[in-house]
């Protein structure tokens, strides 16, 4: 195989063809129909049931909340012609439903995600999937023993911008990585009651948001050898501002952070021996980035614009058709990876929720 960073500019400018921007991400619309269940009523499932009404070929069948009112009124604003379910068990046991999309909050989602499991349906659980480690071994053995498809809902990792990153890396377009810099900050006025800042809800920046420049570096860099964390706490006692370093074997490094009372752009940057990738910023969303090499050379990708958890519901809908219980882009071993990174951190911190 040629060697790319060993071309002058001119000639490997010339030499990018499509597919090498690209990267392996399948057409969304040629990922069979498959029918969708949404458990929860919030925003993430609004957004999610946007993506699949506009950008896939499947739709959303039924819609399940504590209140039927409010699932009518989410069908009505999300998925017209939806069946509206007044209970997460009517929901669970709806015969037109194939998937069941879990979008509750963290601290329910193993029991959401064993109800639909327990019905016999195939589920995706928006991440992280479950508040720890142990609760993620339970939540895999009981899809592995009812021989249903389970996975995380960590969307970024099919999105294109994604895939043609890991195929430029994989072309040595930056040589080897030696340094990830990621941060997901928002900030948002102390409410004890709001999600992030609850306790009883599995609250905290590290799950919410943080975990998506954990689940960016273990994309590229695996499972690090050790794992660093340092922040403070909200007074509710979950984790409000946070800063990591985690070690590879190999001498890489990632520096990373995330904070519920800080506004960053949420932007990534992956340094390697011969260049580096610039990704300015919401680099977990459909984006672009600019490859900047030690020869010169530079060059920019856009992901289509859309929304971005269409890919992964495409991704369910190929895994169900090749009769796969786990994806092979987001595998269970990876979701215990990144959990443990995610339980590594929390205790440093000294975060426990209610009942662990």
Same mark, same amino acid.
């Given at each position: ?19 090498? +921007? ?16 949404? +458990? ?42 939806? @069946?509206?379910?007044?209970? =997460? ?76 990153? @890991? ?20 900030? @948002? ?19 919410? +948001? ?37 070690? =590879? ?61 269409? =890919? ?16 092979? @882009? ?18 440093? +911190?000294?975060?426990? =929720?209610?009942?662990?």
């Amino acid at each position: 195989m040629t060697d790319p960073t060993a071309a002058t500019p001119s000639t490997y400018a010339a030499r990018l063809t499509a597919d090498d +921007l690209v990267g392996t991400v399948p057409d969304l619309m040629a990922a069979p129909a498959i029918r969708w269940g949404v +458990l929860g009523a919030g925003n993430i499932a609004g957004s999610f049931s946007d993506g699949v009404r506009d950008r896939t070929a499947s739709r959303v069948t039924a819609v399940g909340s504590r209140s039927v009112d409010k699932a009518q009124a989410f069908a009505d604003a999300h998925a017209p012609g939806a @069946r509206a379910h007044g209970s =997460y068990e009517d929901l669970v046991a709806d015969d037109d439903v194939d998937v069941v999309y879990v979008a509750t909050p963290h601290s329910h989602h193993l029991e959401h995600a064993r109800l639909a499991i327990a019905a016999g349906k195939h589920v995706l659980v928006e991440k992280p999937l479950t508040r720890s480690v142990a609760e993620s071994r339970a939540l895999l053995e009981a899809a592995r023993e009812a021989g249903v498809f389970l996975l995380e809902a960590v969307w970024t990792r099919y999105l294109p911008h994604v895939a043609a990153i @890991r195929a430029a890396i994989a072309r040595g377009e930056i040589g080897e990585v030696r340094t990830v810099l990621a941060d997901f900050d928002i900030y @948002r006025d102390y409410d004890p009651t709001h999600r992030l800042f609850a306790p009883e809800l599995a609250g905290g920046a590290l799950l919410d +948001l943080g975990i998506y420049p954990i689940t960016l570096v273990h994309d590229l860099l695996g499972v690090p050898a050790e794992t660093v964390a340092r922040g403070t706490l909200a007074e509710t006692g979950v984790d409000d501002h946070v800063s990591m370093i985690l070690r =590879y074997e190999s001498g890489a490094q990632a520096v990373l952070h995330t904070s519920s009372t800080a506004k960053g752009a949420a932007g990534a940057r992956i340094i390697g021996t011969r260049g580096h990738i610039e990704i300015p910023e919401w680099f977990f969303t459909p984006t672009g980035f600019r490859v900047v090499r030690d020869d010169g050379t530079t060059w920019s990708f856009t992901s289509p614009a859309g929304e971005g958890k269409a =890919y992964e519901a495409a991704e369910v809908a190929r895994c169900l058709a090749a009769g796969r219980t786990e994806s092979p @882009r987001m595998p269970w071993e990876h979701t215990l990876e990144v959990m443990s990174i995610l339980d590594d951190a929390r205790a440093q +911190l000294g975060v426990v =929720y209610p009942g662990e």
